[in-house]
């Protein structure tokens, strides 16, 4: 299969972090090992410049969005055996937005994951600015929780958005259970209903979602796979878990049982990593934390300094660690680090 075939199966994609040194310049050593840790766990995508990867990489003073999304892609085309998804995020206005889709693609990316964050747009705006941008790659929507900028979408604008001909996806996000049914309704009723794979974003409820089936008057709806924050960490875990789902949606009783047992633990994990308690405020952070803890980033510096670990974050993440050995893959990364770090 392609890539964009494989997008369509479903699949696990990881949301690339971003490897900074202490003097918060990028680390390009532990940047290539973050791409060679998700190539080497099974998943069968990235997304790079997206939310997890710090939307901060795009400011003058940073200047970090080509190198992010120019190291991923040179790793990928040096050492992926298979296809692999390669996604960009975009932010911005039109002009900003397709800019950025054109440095993607010509760094040989597959799709762009755009950012619904756009001050004063409306829906029709939005929808011309993906119709835009999908002259130039395909693209995946994204309907993201207000808590980390996101804002309520129509399901008229799903619809529009997914009868669009350059849509191949729709990412999921708003941690909200009456939104995310809009979005699969919205979809399930657009005319291209079969050509736009479901994503789930909602780490609140990863498990939920991908055991979920939506009976619609097009046919039954599943979530494809997810795009997620979450499985930026324990990543080989997560692919296992997909595994895991596919094999509780055909029939298997023990699987679903194990999976049904996970949902809420793998909820009460990714409350700690993504910082609930603390209105989200650590949710990079604690990504990072994650990855630190297991070598495979030097520390947990953000380019925004508000973008840190609130009090209490650390012994969270200790405790669902412990809590949920079936979630980690902290053998399998020490197995391979060096060899990651080369």
Not at 53 to 67: A, D, S
Not at 150 to 165: C, H, I, M, N
Not at 241 to 269: I, N, Q, S
Request: charged share 25%; proline share 5%.
């Amino acid at each position: 299969m392609n890539p964009l075939e494989i997008l369509a199966q479903g699949t696990v994609i990881p949301a690339h972090p971003l490897a900074l040194t202490a003097g918060m310049t990028l680390d390009e050593r532990r940047q290539r090992a973050l791409t060679r840790y998700y190539l080497a766990s099974g998943a069968g995508g990235v997304a790079v410049a997206v939310h997890t990867t710090q939307f901060e990489i795009r400011e003058p003073g940073v200047g970090l969005l080509r190198p992010v999304l120019e190291l991923a892609a040179d790793t990928l085309r040096a050492e992926a055996d298979r296809p692999f998804v390669k996604v960009a995020g975009a932010c911005g206005y039109t002009a900003q937005a397709v800019a950025e889709a054109e440095l993607a693609a010509s760094l040989g990316y597959d799709a762009v994951l755009l950012s619904p964050a756009v001050p004063g747009a409306d829906e029709k705006g939005l929808i011309d600015r993906a119709r835009a941008v999908g002259e130039v790659l395909p693209v995946i929507g994204f309907y993201l929780q207000e808590a980390v900028g996101g804002r309520y979408l129509s399901p008229a604008f799903w619809s529009a958005f997914a009868d669009l001909p350059s849509t191949v996806a729709v990412k999921t996000a708003p941690f909200d259970r009456y939104r995310t049914a809009d979005v699969i309704r919205a979809v399930a009723a657009s005319d291209r209903a079969d050509e736009v794979a479901l994503y789930t974003g909602n780490d609140d409820d990863i498990i939920g979602d991908l055991l979920t089936c939506y009976d619609t008057p097009g046919g039954r709806r599943w979530f494809a796979g997810g795009l997620l924050g979450q499985w930026a960490v324990w990543t080989r875990a997560a692919v296992t878990l997909l595994a895991d789902v596919r094999r509780a949606r055909a029939g298997d009783h023990e699987a679903m049982v194990r999976c049904l047992a996970r949902r809420p633990e793998l909820t009460d994990a990714n409350q700690a990593v993504f910082d609930v308690r603390g209105g989200f405020r650590g949710c990079i952070a604690g990504v990072h934390e994650v990855l630190r803890r297991q070598g495979l980033l030097a520390g947990t510096w953000c380019l925004d300094p508000e973008s840190a670990l609130s009090p209490g974050q650390t012994e969270e993440l200790t405790r669902v660690a412990a809590a949920y050995p079936w979630l980690t893959d902290d053998d399998f990364v020490k197995e391979h680090l060096d060899d990651w770090l080369r």
